[in-house]
Antibody, heavy 121, light 107 residues
Framework: EVQLVQSGAEVKKPGESLRISCKGS????????ISWVRQMPGKGLEWMGR????????KYSPSFQGHVTISADKSTSTAYLQWSSLKASDTAMYYC??????????????WGQGTTVTVSS | DIQMTQSPSSVSASVGDRVTITCRAS??????LAWYQQRPGKAPKLLIF???SLQSGVPSRFSGSGSGTEFTLTISSLQPEDFATYYC?????????FGQGTKLEIK
C-alpha cells in the first residue's frame, strides 16, 4: 500500500526545538518530492516547502524560509520538518504530501495523516 | 506570490444539486492547478490535477475545467459525502499557493 506515515502529536514549550517525520512506503521515494503543508486551527492550507529526496534539493515559501528546515533521508524513505526555536504561533496541524510534475502537474496525491504540534508555555 | 481566490467562500446546497466553485489566479498558471477535498478532521484528498484530469478513484461527478487565470470545479450531483471544504492549489510558480477554501454545507 502506498502511504505516508507521520510521527505522533507533539506538545512543546516556546523556544524548544522539534523535528517531525514523514515515512513513505509502497512507492519509490526518490521518484517524488515531498511537500509540507500547515493548517492552523480552523484555517486553510498553507504550502511551506518541498524536498526532492533524490538530491535533497529544497524550495521554501518565503513565509516559512528561515524558520523551518525541510530535509529527507532517501535511505530510510523519510522526510523531516524541523524547528530550532518554536513559537506559540507554530501551533497547527502539519501534513506531508507527495507530488510530482513532469510536463504537467500531477498534484499532491498521497498525504500523511497529519501531525499536531502544540506550542504552549 | 500568486494569489488564489476562490468563490464562493461558502455555499449551501442539497443532495442532488449541481455545484460549481471558481478559483481565480493573480497570474496565468497554464494548467498547473489542482483541486482538493478536505473533510473535517481528515487530510486533504486530491480530486483533480492538471486543471481537468480526474484523479484515479475519484467519482466522475467531479470535474475540473479552465486554464490561465480562471478555473472551476463542478460537482454534478451532490452526494452526502461531498459536504466538505474544497481548495484549489497552483504549482506554476514557487511558492505554491492554495485558495482560501470553499466550505460546502448541507442546505
Amino acid at each position: 500500500e502506498v502511504q505516508l506515515v507521520q510521527s505522533g502529536a507533539e506538545v512543546k514549550k516556546p523556544g524548544e526545538s522539534l523535528r517531525i517525520s514523514c515515512k513513505g512506503s509502497g512507492f519509490t521515494f526518490t521518484s517524488y518530492w515531498i511537500s509540507w503543508v500547515r493548517q492552523m486551527p480552523g484555517k486553510g492550507l498553507e504550502w511551506m516547502g518541498r524536498v526532492d529526496p533524490s538530491d535533497s534539493y529544497t524550495k521554501y515559501s518565503p513565509s516559512f524560509q528561515g524558520h523551518v528546515t525541510i530535509s529527507a533521508d532517501k535511505s530510510t524513505s523519510t522526510a523531516y520538518l524541523q524547528w530550532s526555536s518554536l513559537k506559540a504561533s507554530d501551533t497547527a496541524m502539519y501534513y506531508c504530501a507527495r507530488g510530482r510534475s513532469s510536463g504537467y502537474y500531477y498534484g499532491m496525491d498521497v498525504w500523511g495523516q497529519g501531525t499536531t504540534v502544540t506550542v504552549s508555555s | 506570490d500568486i494569489q488564489m481566490t476562490q468563490s464562493p467562500s461558502s455555499v449551501s446546497a442539497s443532495v442532488g444539486d449541481r455545484v460549481t466553485i471558481t478559483c481565480r489566479a493573480s497570474q496565468g498558471l497554464g494548467s498547473w492547478l489542482a483541486w482538493y477535498q478536505q473533510r473535517p478532521g481528515k487530510a486533504p484528498k486530491l480530486l483533480i490535477f492538471a486543471a481537468s484530469s480526474l484523479q484515479s478513484g475519484v467519482p466522475s461527478r467531479f470535474s475540473g475545467s479552465g486554464s490561465g487565470t480562471e478555473f472551476t470545479l463542478t460537482i454534478s450531483s451532490l452526494q452526502p459525502e461531498d459536504f466538505a471544504t474544497y481548495y484549489c492549489q497552483q504549482a506554476n510558480t514557487f511558492p505554491y499557493t492554495f485558495g482560501q477554501g470553499t466550505k460546502l454545507e448541507i442546505k
